[in-house]
């Protein structure tokens, strides 16, 4: 297993800030450098890793028969892998991920899902606790976690569909729209990975069908299908 590898076009030296920043990958480090005078249409170029964006520092260099490169539009930037070795979730996972639930993606490969909220239990993110009144205990949900627990707070809605019952998608005007669902799941899965859209688009993680399931599972929509299967199975055998 090994990540993505990136490259700049133009370039002689390691990308500064600047050069990061111009290529929309503002904020990012980069972890292992090498310039190649026989990019894609001959020109120099200096290809590089970033830093969470790997889990085995792969190759570096150029190989036009061993590689698969997508151009960022507007910029230098390419981003690719080595046939060989195409990214798996383990390269953009991060330390302080979030258990959930394996949705495969478009990949092939299961990715965990954060689960914000459980069945029967409601809010599970990480919690601060304070004591602000003397033997008056608070737990509020730490700070990086917010937008997470309101997303859960919104998908609450999906549940009656899970169960046969019309789902009044006006009222989700949150996901109302393939755009907004598609950038819902992306606000999702970078709570446990460091991906970009565009790095999420090529490597075509995300369908109409698994969309689906990744925002089931903020809201442990799984487990409660796990459950109503069962019932109806019960339901089953005593008629």
Avoid at 17 to 38: F, Q, W, Y
Avoid at 84 to 90: S, Y
Wanted: glycine content about 8%.
């Amino acid at each position: 297993m090994s990540g993505l590898l990136y490259c700049i076009k133009g370039l002689k030296n390691k990308p500064s800030p600047e050069d990061l920043k111009a290529c929309g990958l503002e904020g990012e480090s980069v972890s292992t450098h090498r310039p190649t005078e026989i990019f894609i249409d001959g020109g120099c170029a200096v290809v590089f890793t970033l830093k969470g964006k790997f889990d085995k520092e792969p190759a570096l260099g150029f190989w036009n028969d061993k590689q698969e490169w997508v151009h960022k539009p507007n910029t230098n930037l390419y981003v690719g892998w080595n046939i060989d070795d195409k990214p798996k979730p383990e390269a953009f996972l991060k330390k302080d991920y979030l258990e959930g639930h394996k949705v495969m993606l478009g990949d092939e490969n299961e990715w965990t899902i954060p689960i914000a909220r459980k069945f029967q239990v409601g809010c599970i993110l990480p919690k601060t606790m304070m004591m602000i009144r003397d033997g008056e205990l608070e737990e509020v949900v730490v700070s990086k976690y917010i937008k997470l627990q309101k997303i859960g707070d919104g998908l609450k809605n999906l549940l009656p569909a899970m169960f046969g019952k019309e789902l009044e998608i006006e009222k989700l005007e949150f996901m109302d729209t393939d755009l907004k669902t598609f950038n819902l799941c992306v606000d999702i899965i970078n709570f446990n990975y460091s991906l970009s859209i565009f790095e999420i688009s090529i490597l075509r993680l995300f369908d109409s069908i698994n969309t689906v399931e990744i925002l089931k599972a903020v809201v442990d929509g799984q487990s409660i299908e796990n459950l109503y299967n069962e019932m109806l199975k019960k339901k089953e055998l005593t008629v």
